[in-house]
């Protein structure tokens, strides 16, 4: 019988599965290989970490691995339902909440290197984590796409640690209750971005006026695997960021209060890396509670042991 220890914890409401121990053994080399390696060899171990019967569309998985870059002390690898993440927010709030429960983590620093680069986790005393993430940028402003059944939609095309396409105005409310309403609009959306020559792009964020007085949004983001971020998605603040610095509309230093759909938050800062070149470094700032202390069983009889795919 293979066992796998994982520890879950929510970030605002969403979901992630650090693995502590039974996981993959990817060998050493840049991130980048060794999530090709996970991919090609071992990709059942990501179902069988995250997918239904254990898991479900919503959960991210994060496997800790040795770093490759010398600056960090440690490396993570995030997955979900469909496939590989290059980098993510809550998860990484995630990942900190669960080190600290841990008692292997005390507040400071802790350098994660990513298949997209290093980024800088930080425990704050009172619990709250920060992320300071890898270079974010606007790749492309006000393109419009047919949306089938919908019509034309614009938006921007950014980067944030995975790619966005962001929507202002879409006429959709962002309330729980429009929850499949919001899913199918913004899946349309997805395809009509990747038709006009942006293949990468697997995340759409619709924004709109937030429910609490003190926050500047809510959003609703579409993952690759058709599930929502329940918590206001850390890649997809730091891809908001880069449009408001490029507009002009959050100056550096500014705090930026992202709502998710669940009214759950994140705080956003900037700073300017290179303001010609319109590239930022991002933070975002927010709470995980670790929930559940898990040893999966991966019995050899069972049929579904590598979860459905
Ligand atoms: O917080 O960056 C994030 C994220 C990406 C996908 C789900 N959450």
Known sequence: MHKIHVLDSHTGGEP??????????????PLADRVRRFR???DHYRSAIVNEPRGSDVIVGALLVPPSDPSCQAGVLFFNNVGYLGMCGHGTIGLV?????????????LRLDTPVGPVTATLHPDGTASVANVSSHRQAKGITVEVEGIGPVTGDVAWGGNWFFLVEKH????????VDALTDATWRMRQAINAQGYPEVDHVELFGPPGAPDAHSR???LCPGKAYDRSPCGTGTSAKLACLAADGKLAAGESWIQESILGSRFTGRFEWI??????IAPTVTGTA????????????????RWGIR
């Open 16 to 29: 992630t599965r650090v693995v502590l121990e039974g996981g993959p053994d990817l060998g050493s080399g």
């Open 40 to 42: 090609e060899n071992f």
């Open 97 to 109: 909440a669960t080190l600290a429960h841990l008692g292997r983590l005390q507040p400071g620093d």
């Open 171 to 178: 006429g959709l409310s962002l309330e729980l209750r429009n």
């Open 219 to 221: 959003n609703f983001v």
């Open 274 to 279: 290179d303001r010609a070149a319109g590239t």
């Open 289 to 304: 509670h670790v929930n559940a202390d898990i040893t999966l069983l991966l019995d050899e009889s069972d049929p579904f």
